[in-house]
């Protein structure tokens, strides 16, 4: 209860400026929470895409079809769709390439903003602790007694620099965990339609027979 009590008056120390941080950690962590489920519904898993690949490199069409339907996530769903339009013969280059942009975008969206507070919460640390810093000197005077003054506030207005930084860099670790996410799902998924693309004149040969079996 203490350590509570201690940590509020820290807190209230740094200014208005902390409130602000606060609210930026915060939304940082509802677009951790969001994205982090987004992703979960999304993503099929690497083991599937690895199995996925070499099911169609074996020829064993079927067993690949049969694995994308059983697998859960929108990409094993998108992998199933490009393998169906190369066996009824349709064109799957477009298809591929519209497909992993609309991807890329939804993958993306909401990053940005965690981008933007990785870059805005120091600076919101550093102008608290100016505006911290101008009150404490502000108090200066002729007399010497007020040094103990100007150094308390001093060090209080630097809460907010140390806070500020704590918020960037847990959005920095957000936003870098998602965006590796990302590479590897993007990657993954041009692997696939890569070897769906090279085999689209077998896939179509053998046609529905695997395909909507």
Not at 140 to 153: L, P
Not at 162 to 180: D, K, P, S, T, W
Request: net charge negative; proline share 0%; charged share 15%.
């Amino acid at each position: 209860m203490e350590n509570i009590v201690a940590g509020l008056e820290l807190f209230q120390k740094g200014g208005l400026v902390m409130y602000v941080l606060l609210l930026c950690s915060l939304f940082v962590m509802v677009i951790g929470v969001e994205r982090f489920q987004y992703f979960r519904r999304m993503d099929s898993g690497r083991g599937f895409a690895r199995e996925f690949f070499a099911l169609m490199r074996n020829e064993d069409y079927a067993g690949a079809m049969k694995l994308a339907r059983e697998s859960s996530g929108n990409m094993a769903e998108i992998i199933m769709r490009a393998v169906e339009r190369a066996a009824d013969g349709q064109d799957v280059s477009s298809f591929m390439e519209i497909q992993s942009g609309v991807a890329l975008a939804h993958f993306k969206r909401r990053l940005y903003y965690l981008n933007v507070i990785v870059t805005m919460a120091p600076l919101l640390g550093l102008l608290g602790t100016i505006s911290g810093m101008i009150s404490a000197f502000s108090v200066f005077n002729v007399q010497s007694a007020q040094a103990a003054a100007i150094t308390g506030g001093v060090g209080e207005a630097l809460i907010a620099t140390a806070f500020g930084l704590c918020v960037a860099i847990m959005a920095l670790a957000i936003h870098a965990f998602f965006v590796q996410w990302v590479e590897n799902i993007i990657t993954d998924m041009e692997q696939v339609f890569s070897l769906v693309e090279t085999k689209q004149a077998e896939l179509t040969k053998a046609g529905a027979a695997y395909a909507f079996a």
